[in-house]
Nanobody, 123 residues
Framework: QVQLVESGGGLVQAGDSLRLSCAAS????????MGWFRQAPGKEREFVGA????????YYADSVKGRFTISRDNAKITAYLQMNSLKPEDTAVYYC????????????????WGQGTQVTVSS
């Protein structure tokens, strides 16, 4: 069983930056993919990005490419979502999620989920 604990959400202005963290409660995460998703009110949960832990390979949705960066600290088993140049349309609850072995942009294929953290970007 993998537990994911998120932190770092908040209220910012357009153009600001914010960093989310997601800590996993396992000794090793090398076979996992960590995904980031977000869900705005009335909308379906959408893919933001992901990182294949072993190789640190990253993937991004077109809507955040060039603004968001995913990284990881293997010693802390923690992933980060650095969000720059935030826009009001980035407002959502952000979730980290984990699945084993292969990358996927489909939230339904992720087994483990963090509790979610609210990100609100004012204009």
């Amino acid at each position: 069983q993998v537990q994911l604990v998120e932190s770092g959400g908040g209220l910012v202005q357009a153009g600001d930056s914010l960093r989310l963290s997601c800590a996993a409660s396992v000794r090793t995460f090398s076979t996992y993919v960590m995904g980031w998703f977000r869900q705005a009110p009335g909308k379906e949960r959408e893919f933001v990005g992901a990182i294949r832990w072993f190789a640190s390979t990253t993937y991004y949705a077109d809507s955040v490419k060039g603004r968001f960066t995913i990284s990881r600290d293997n010693a802390k088993i923690t992933a980060y979502l650095q969000m720059n140049s935030l826009k009001p349309e980035d407002t959502a609850v952000y979730y980290c999620a984990a699945r084993q072995y292969t990358y996927s942009a489909d939230y339904k294929e992720y087994r483990y989920w963090g509790q979610g953290t609210q990100v609100t970007v004012s204009s």
